[in-house]
Every structure is written in C-alpha cells, then in structure tokens.
C-alpha cells in the first residue's frame, strides 16, 4: 500500500491500490492512468476558469486551469509535471483534444454568455510546442473551424516567452487563419522582442508577475515594464490581476 515511506525511498515508484491487490507502479504507470481516467471521460471535471477582466474590471473571458488531483500525495498535480510526463509517453493528444472538446462544449452551451455575463468572447489555453506540434491537435483545430462550432477569436493560445520559438512562426499562420489568437505569457522582454512578436501574428502579451509584483518598490522592475515600446495592435494584460 502507498506510505510516505515507499515514495520516498522508492524514487520514482509508488503502490496503489487496484482490485485489492497492492501493485507496484512507475510514476509514468501511475500518470498514464491518471491523465485516461481524467481526460477520456465524457466530462471534464479537472477544469476551472480564471476569469480576465478589461481595465474597467469587466470579465471578457477566462483562462482554462488544470486541477488534477495525485490521490496518493493528497495535491494536484504540478502542470509542469503532467505535460511533461504526458510528452514522454505520447499522452499530448489526449489532454489537448479534450480541452478543445470542452471549450466547444462551453460554447454551445452558453455562447458569448459565460458566468452569465454578456459579450463573454475569450478562452484561454496555455499550452508550448509539444502540444502545437501534436497532429492530432491540429487535425482536430482544422475540422474545429471548418465546422464553425466555436467562432473565430473565441479561443486562444497562451505561451510563455521562453518557449517561443523560430519554429511558431510557420505554425502561427495556420492558427490565424483559424481565428486563434496568440498570447505571449509571463513576458519580460528578455527572450523575445515586441517587434518578433508582431511578426509571429501575437496579439496580446501578460507581463510577467515577477515584474509586476513589487513595481511600487523596485524601480528596475518599474523602469522594465514603463520603457516596453508600444508596438501595435499588441495589447498588455499585467499577469497578476489577469488585467489588460
């Protein structure tokens, strides 16, 4: 049976319970069987909406967050860690296929009226290369808007500045003429210009919370995000209050 003791030791193998047998199992066993049982159901259960709010503090739209519970540590699971193991054992396609079915689902059932607020027009999904490059997610974004069963616009994705890449630059094209807007997150100017932005077809960056947090006393931090040149159309949502 799972103890503290056996993750401990063991380094990377845990024991749950299966059938009233106590079975030994890789950590990889272990989140294969979380990330089927979790994202092949019918319903989706592990998300919530962070709503973003416009500076007058109006919600326009949400960002997807993965809550999936390790029933054995007794916490969720880190989002670093489930895309990651999901990468090593070819899982992206089953974690990125059932967020689009939920942002469809979300949709058709409540259309621009989400949290019973109108002109709600944006879900957000964070997602890196390893999810954008997955064939199936693509085939499925295609068949999404050929179909029309979300509008252009309504969905978008986030990705963090260190992980943008030469390599989006043709993938972006796809996902504009899809109507899928692109978030540049937990921005800092260090790794990306405003300018590359632009040209990758960006069109709203979060500046990083590290930044933002302590503005009022650290002037290096102020100076950092007050000199960011205004590049146009970009738009900047500070990442702490999810506030453009």
Do not use: W
């Not at 063991?10 to 299966?18: E, K, L, P």
């Not at 500076?55 to 960002?63: M, S, T």
Request: glycine share 4%; aromatic share 10%.
């Amino acid at each position: 049976h799972y103890s503290n003791r056996a993750l401990t030791r063991g380094r990377g193998y845990i024991y749950f319970h299966n059938h009233s047998i106590s079975c030994p199992a890789s950590r990889k066993e272990y989140m294969s069987e979380i990330i089927d049982r979790t994202f092949l159901s019918k319903d989706v259960t592990c998300v919530t909406l962070q709503p973003m709010l416009t500076a007058n503090k109006q919600i326009y739209g949400a960002e997807i967050l993965l809550r999936v519970m390790d029933d054995y540590r007794q916490r969720p699971i880190m989002a670093g860690e489930l895309s990651h193991i999901a990468i090593e054992i070819g899982k992206v396609s089953v974690i990125a296929l059932s967020l689009l079915r939920f942002v469809e689902s979300l949709f058709a059932e409540f259309g621009g009226n989400v949290f019973v607020i109108n002109n709600f027009h944006r879900v957000a999904i964070n997602t890196d290369s390893s999810f954008l490059n997955d064939v199936e997610l693509n085939t499925y974004l295609k068949n999404i808007y050929a179909n029309k069963t979300i509008p252009a616009g309504f969905l978008s994705f986030e990705i963090s500045e260190d992980l943008i890449t030469e390599e989006l630059r043709t993938k972006s094209k796809d996902y504009l003429s899809y109507g899928i807007a692109l978030v540049a997150d937990r921005y800092t100017g260090r790794d990306v210009s405003l300018d590359k932005l632009k040209e990758y077809g960006f069109t709203k960056i979060k500046i990083d919370r590290s930044l933002i947090c302590d503005m009022d006393s650290n002037p290096i931090h102020k100076d950092s995000v007050l000199s960011l040149p205004i590049v146009e159309p970009l738009d900047v949502i500070l990442h702490q209050a999810q506030i453009q």
